[in-house]
């Protein structure tokens, strides 16, 4: 009977463990935090957000983007947002991509600088 309990937990086990693994995505979460100039207005920090997150409907490739920062750190960065690619070549696509130069000519010219990572499975 115990050995019959045990193999029952080990093949649970086994089992979470291989669905787990099954349920990871393949998607890249690219964080970007940023510190705008001196001067920017509340209006441009809000059409250079509304600007990325209308990304995703020209760039097959991202899924998702999420621009409501709730906390920041860093000493005078004031935003994040992450933008969800598909998979890592999507991410790499996406570098001087027509999507991405669009965008950039309303952010660029406001930020002073930013950080960006990219995490995956």
């Known amino acids: ?6 193999a029952m937990v080990v093949a649970v086990v086994l089992s979470a463990g291989l669905m787990q693994a099954a349920e990871q995505p393949k998607s890249v979460i690219h964080v970007v935090t940023i ?3 001196a001067g920017t207005t509340p209006e441009q920090i809000s059409s250079a957000l509304k600007g990325a997150e ?7 490739g991202i899924s998702r983007v999420w621009t409501r920062s709730i906390k920041v750190q860093g000493a005078g960065y004031t935003h994040a947002l992450v933008m969800e690619f598909k998979d890592e070549k999507a991410l790499k696509d996406y570098v001087d991509s027509p999507a991405q130069k669009e965008w950039y000519k309303i952010y660029l010219p406001l930020r002073e600088e930013s950080t960006t990572h990219d995490i995956t499975n």
């Open 1 to 6: 009977m115990k050995k019959l309990l045990l």
């Open 35 to 37: 510190k705008w100039k």
């Open 54 to 60: 209308k990304i995703a409907n020209t760039y097959s």
